[in-house]
T-cell receptor, first 113, second 112 residues
Framework: QQQVKQSPQSLIVQKGGISIINCAYE??????FPWYQQFPGKGPALLIA?????SEKKEGRFTISFNKSAKQFSLHIMDSQPGDSATYFC????????????FGKGTTLSVSS | DVKVTQSSRYLVKRTGEKVFLECVQD?????MFWYRQDPGLGLRLIYF???????EKGDIPEGYSVSREKKERFSLILESASTNQTSMYLC???????????FGSGTRLTVV
């Protein structure tokens, strides 16, 4: 119930292509869904986030698509660049004070030039 | 920008040693967290704190304890370090209400 399942574990995309990372959850009480980007040797950094009352959020080349009925959300990276090569984590918030984000296991993205 | 500072980037400790990992945030955030990151296992929550002197166990608290005597500082303690605690340790903080975490750069701990 408290898990967030992320796929794929790793992804290789050509420069200019679209990278898609998927996450699924069980708990319908989750109310906040962020994505984090982590470069080697650095801590994860918040990339983009969405709430379940909207189906899509776009920031530059990064888009979250959210399907509430399917309990799934995905990150799309348009026109992928070598600088996007990083590990990406999806997460979900249980929506209660005094609780912590639940993270997926991460996706390592490599964008080849 | 919120800054979360972890006192050490790299640490090497011996089995059985007591180890202290320090984390300081500068934005008066109520919530602070300790995660460990291992390949293929993602980020696993060790402990978190939603107020001074308050602490909650996460998913993998065994072998660890925490201390939060001041709002800005959250310490992770390995009571008796073991080789299976070799990992990357990440500290994060978050203000009240909904929103994302700010992570520190991590401490890579090796226990030999």
């Amino acid at each position: 119930q408290q898990q967030v399942k992320q796929s794929p574990q790793s992804l290789i995309v050509q420069k200019g292509g679209i990278s898609i990372i998927n996450c699924a959850y069980e708990n319908t009480a989750f109310d906040y869904f962020p994505w984090y980007q982590q470069f080697p040797g650095k801590g994860p950094a918040l990339l983009i986030a969405i709430r379940p009352d909207v189906s899509e959020k776009k920031e530059g080349r990064f888009t979250i698509s959210f399907n509430k009925s399917a309990k799934q959300f995905s990150l799309h990276i348009m026109d992928s660049q070598p600088g996007d090569s990083a590990t990406y984590f999806c997460a979900a918030s249980p929506g209660q004070a005094g609780t912590a984000l639940i993270f997926g296991k991460g996706t390592t993205l490599s964008v080849s030039s | 920008d919120v800054k979360v500072t972890q006192s050490s980037r790299y640490l090497v400790k011996r089995t059985g040693e007591k180890v202290f990992l320090e984390c300081v945030q500068d934005m008066d955030h109520e919530n602070m967290f300790w995660y460990r990151q291992d390949p293929g296992l993602g980020l696993r929550l060790i402990y978190f704190s939603y107020d001074v002197k308050m602490k909650e166990k996460g998913d993998i608290p065994e072998g660890y304890s925490v201390s939060r005597e001041k709002k800005e500082r959250f310490s992770l303690i390995l009571e008796s370090a073991s080789t299976n605690q070799t990992s990357m340790y990440l500290c994060a903080s978050k203000g009240g209400g909904p929103g994302g975490y700010t992570f520190g750069s991590g401490t890579r701990l090796t226990v030999v």
